[in-house]
């Protein structure tokens, strides 16, 4: 990362961050153009007591840096998007080192446990590493880097819970442009991708299809998306079926009548 002329930068220290490869199908984290870089980018493991795997943490600047860990559960808004809740952590992930320094050219890794079974029988989160190479003397910017990976305890394939509730389906725009949403709840313990099919059907036209599967955090509510209008059906009332799967396996069937598109 370049270092701005001091001349041009008044305020003596001027944080700037990197945020990378936040997202639950990420492949790896690293700053770009390197600095601090964390692999795996993804850390799986089974949601059991113990050890669940560790992450390698390095710095390739030419200047110590001092480390630190953190991890937080993530939150996931109704178009399916996921942040970190930094005003949260999972207590019950432990690192055997939270804070450390590295050398210039470093490497170390990093050792989680979990210290009890969740009660879903999984966990998923973020793990941020935050990263502030020493400054040198004088006036200048103040880099900081911040990864963030994420973590994955899947429960034991005979724990696994494929469940959803159906909730609010809505129009968004018109039948000319537009789009036809239904919001799910994830109640299951994995992050297996929820989709299906949807068939609507009245005033003498039928439209159906598939419904994309997207990922949903246990607990979450995510708007699927079940159709894009686009001139096909008219304005007036209609019945419509959905469909929910996920791994495969039949959830549930949605059935709504008598629905008003605009």
């Known amino acids: 990362m370049r270092r701005l002329p001091a001349r041009r930068l008044p305020i003596a220290a001027i944080a700037a961050t990197c945020l990378l490869a936040v997202g639950l199908g990420i492949g790896y984290a690293r700053a770009a153009g390197g600095g601090l870089s964390v692999t795996p980018g993804i850390l799986e493991h089974v949601a059991r007591p113990g050890a669940v795997g560790a992450l390698r943490i390095s710095n390739t600047t030419q200047r110590p ?14 178009n399916g998007a996921v942040t970190p809740n930094r005003r949260k952590t999972l207590g019950r992930l432990r690192p055997n080192r939270r804070t450390f320094r590295l050398r210039a050219g470093g490497t170390r890794a990093v050792r989680l446990s979990l210290a009890r079974r969740p009660k879903r029988r999984s966990l998923y989160g973020a793990v941020e590493v935050t990263g502030s190479p020493k400054r040198s003397r004088g006036k200048g910017v103040k880099v900081a880097y911040r990864l963030v990976t994420s973590l994955r305890l899947n429960p034991a394939r005979r724990g696994r819970r494929f469940r959803a509730r159906a909730g609010r389906l809505f129009e968004h725009g018109t039948t000319r442009r537009g789009a036809l949403f239904l919001a799910v709840k994830n109640a299951g313990n994995t992050i297996v991708p929820i989709g299906g099919r949807v068939r609507v059907s009245g005033r003498g036209v039928t439209l159906s299809g598939i419904v994309e599967p997207k990922t949903v955090l246990p607990g979450a509510t995510v708007n699927l998306r079940l159709a894009r209008l686009r001139g096909t059906l008219h304005r007036g009332r209609y019945k419509i079926a959905v469909r929910l799967t996920q791994g ?14 605009r």
């Open 65 to 78: 840096m001092k480390v630190r860990l953190v991890v937080h559960p993530w939150i996931q808004s109704r």
């Open 248 to 261: 495969g396996r039949k959830l549930t069937t949605v059935r709504r009548r008598g629905v008003r598109l």
